[in-house]
């Protein structure tokens, strides 16, 4: 079946420094969706970026992401993060249903 | 803007009660989708929906059934509550594979089974 893997589960950063988050994907479907969302604390998750086209780089909010699907993979990226930019960060995959990862907890210290 | 509703907020439950998790949507979305979010295993697919009077095992479907009356209105029932359920569980609803993909979430329903 379908599944998500995001390898860290908590990624500490000091403030300015680049930010890469994994995303790895395995679906059988052949033109998934991929997705990032962000989830604040005692909040619900909420849509950050989201891509189905090949080697397209997909920006929102500052971060950016780009579908390979030649490695099945959807990193999130972003230049410098900032202390508002701790948050869980899960991946998600929609082939033939919405599927997530686990989830990274992003910490950025001052 | 779209809308998705989750009844109630919270909730303390009985061990062996039955238990019903509410969700409505004003997006006149065909999918909808229920998970449950515990720590170290993010958020788990538990039933989900392709349409009113359908409605799929997840992931994670053991303990939990699920009803799609309606377009709007999306149920998660645990007949027999077990403290193992208590979870923050989430409701989501969203088109299937169009170029304007958003799966929008509800708040959340904390639920406590003792």
Known sequence: GDSVTQTEGLVTLTEGLPVMLNCTYQTIYSNPFLFWYVQHLNESPRLLLKSFTDNKRTEHQGFHATLHKSSSSFHLQKSSAQLSDSALYYCALMGYKLTFGTGTSLLVDP | ?114
């Open chain 2, 1 to 114: 803007e779209a809308a998705v509703t989750q009844s109630p907020r919270n909730k303390v439950a009985v061990t062996g009660g039955k238990v019903t998790l509410s969700c409505n949507q004003t997006n006149n979305h065909n999918n909808m989708y229920w998970y449950r979010q515990d720590t170290g295993h993010g958020l788990r697919l538990i039933h989900y929906s392709y349409g009113a009077g359908s409605t799929e095992k997840g992931d994670i479907p053991d303990g939990y059934k699920a009803s799609r009356p309606s377009q709007e209105n999306f149920s998660l029932i645990l007949e027999l509550a077990t403290p193992s359920q208590t979870s923050v569980y989430f409701c989501a609803s969203g088109d299937a594979r169009t170029a304007n993909s958003d799966y929008t979430f509800g708040s959340g329903t904390r639920l406590l089974v003792i």
